[in-house]
């Protein structure tokens, strides 16, 4: 199946800090990519869909100015976490769409904020 | 009632057994269907994906899908303890690009 790259693999914070995270699909370009977040024991909830130059659409509940999502390339997605709070540690995990419906995911990013 | 809904499980099954997992999802023009297996702690990992009604293999696996009934299956032959994980499924509404998940069922293959 499709590459796709997450970076980094695993992050800790303080509170209040911003957090990048990136998404890359490696031998494919994709147009659309998606963010979703999986707390402990739970399904994945979709935060966003990001295109590629054009704004993120988000999802009913999901702050947009908390949850940055820039698609600068047909290659690279990023999220970034502002002024990130405790209760915002989850895994973090992108995929990315290619030819169709289907959705190819990256190895997540698992975020901690203390 | 939820878009797409899973038996959370755990369903066991012995080693070498078939497993069942069964999926089924509200709208009715829903165009494509996906088995995701996921690992703890790791991300989801597509094992199939199916668009028509029917049956389609693919080695161990096999997704079933009755559209009329709004309903998909993933059989798993000869199941192993690497088998053991989160098994999600995931459908396309009949409009939007965005998949919808379900909760997942957590399948235990017993040595």
């Known amino acids: 199946g499709a590459v796709v790259s997450q970076h980094p693999s695993w992050v800790i914070c303080k509170s209040g800090t911003s957090v990048k995270i990136e998404c890359r699909s490696l031998?494919?370009?994709?147009?659309?990519m998606f963010w979703y977040r999986q707390f402990p024991k739970q399904s994945l909830m979709l935060m966003a869909t990001?295109?590629?130059?054009?704004?993120?659409?988000?999802e009913q509940g999901v702050e947009k100015d908390k949850f940055l999502i820039n698609h600068a390339s047909l290659t690279l997605s990023t999220l970034t976490v502002t002024s990130a709070h405790p209760e915002d540690s989850s895994f973090y995990i992108c995929s990315a769409r290619i030819q169709g419906d289907t959705q190819y995911f990256g190895p997540g990013t698992r975020l901690t904020v203390l | 009632q939820k878009e797409v809904e899973q038996n959370s499980g755990p369903l066991s099954v012995p080693e070498g057994a078939i497993a069942s997992l069964n999926c089924t999802y509200s709208?009715?023009?829903?165009?494509?269907f996906f088995w995701y297996r996921q690992y703890s702690g790791k991300s989801p990992e597509l094992i199939m994906s199916?668009?028509?009604?029917g049956d389609k293999e693919d080695g161990r696996f096999t997704a079933q899908l009755n559209k009329a009934s709004q309903y998909v299956s993933l059989l798993i032959r000869d199941s192993q303890p690497s088998d053991s994980a989160t098994y999600l499924c995931?459908?396309?509404?009949?409009?939007?690009?965005?998949?919808?998940f379900g909760a997942g069922t957590i399948l235990r293959v017993k040595s």
């Open positions: 995931a459908v396309r509404r009949e409009y939007g690009n965005k998949l919808v």
């Open positions: 709208d009715r023009g829903s165009q494509s």
């Open positions: 199916i668009y028509s009604n």
């Open positions: 031998d494919f370009q994709a147009t659309t």
């Open positions: 990001s295109n590629e130059g054009s704004k993120a659409t988000y």
